[in-house]
């Protein structure tokens, strides 16, 4: 499932045409003060936020990076399920094709 998942996920970014995603994902990826935070690591998790989640579910999800407790929050959350999965398998992407 991972390399169905990777596949898609170099697709989306081939498409691309060689240029970097741009969204709310590599915005707060780079203005966060992570250790290993570049522009090219940000583009690479901005293209797994391209293939799996919304643009409504990427501003969301684009907070946890300034507030880690709110990630947290909204795992715990009653009703939060299923973004939670597409976040989740967001997470598990941008790890396996980003490193």
């Known amino acids: 499932m991972r390399i169905i998942i990777s596949i898609i996920a170099l697709t989306a970014l081939t498409a691309c045409g060689g240029g970097r995603p ?14 290993g935070a570049n522009p ?21 999800a684009a907070k946890f990076f300034k507030d880690p407790q709110k990630a947290q929050d909204t795992r715990q959350q009653d009703g939060q399920e299923a973004f939670w999965r597409r976040y989740k398998a967001f997470a598990d992407q941008a790890e396996a094709i980003c490193r």
């Open 22 to 35: 741009t969204g709310a994902i590599s915005r707060a990826c780079e203005a966060s003060d992570r250790p």
């Open 40 to 60: 090219a690591l940000c583009s690479c998790v901005q293209g797994a936020a391209n293939a799996t989640l919304t643009g409504s579910e990427q501003r969301r």
